[in-house]
């Protein structure tokens, strides 16, 4: 939703731009021709804060806390492991899993300093990472579970 949000405020400016673009003194409105959006993060947060946006959503109560330590040795044995006794036969699931837990186990964000100064109204507009799991949340309980219906017309 907060990209979707951000690509109009975008196609908005552009629009406007070429509609003023007839008279002399208006110039199409400053669009840099590259930004970076990713999350409604100001500054970079640990990982384990969407975890606790995500229990929050979902009412988790009851959870096993994990210190980040044991997670990264996880990681980096599982990591280990596959370099140096990876099965051929089934080498290329192991290299996903591994590839998709060495991003999980980094904090990657970009700035986006530069989109929120030329479009500052994004920050009336995008959802938290709260907001986001909780509507997820009700959307996902709106889909059926389309395992029983294909049960029922076999």
């Known amino acids: 939703r ?7 405020l975008i196609l908005e400016r552009i629009n ?4 003023e673009q007839d008279t002399p003194t208006n110039k199409t409105p400053n669009i840099q021709p590259l930004y970076y959006y990713t999350r409604p993060t100001i500054e970079i947060i640990p990982y384990g804060d969407y975890l606790k946006e995500f229990r929050a959503a979902y009412s988790m109560k009851i ?3 994990i210190p980040p330590s044991v997670v990264m ?3 980096w044995l599982f990591h280990w492991l596959l370099s140096n006794f990876s099965p051929k036969s089934i ?4 290299h996903s899993i591994d590839y998709l837990l060495q991003v999980a186990s980094r904090e990657h964000t970009f700035d986006n300093t530069r989109f929120r100064t030329d479009f500052p ?3 009336k ?3 938290s990472v709260a907001e986001c799991f909780i509507r997820r949340k009700r ?6 579970d389309l395992s029983d219906l294909y049960a029922a017309s076999s």
């Not at 080498?91 to 192991?94: K, S, V, Y």
């Open 63 to 65: 959870f096993i806390p």
């Open 125 to 127: 507009i995008e959802e």
């Open 121 to 123: 109204e994004i920050n």
């Open 91 to 94: 080498d290329p699931i192991f």
């Open 73 to 75: 040795a996880f990681f």
């Open 2 to 8: 907060n990209v979707a949000q951000a690509i109009r």
């Open 16 to 19: 406007v731009g070429e509609l």
């Open 139 to 144: 959307t996902l309980r709106k889909i059926p």
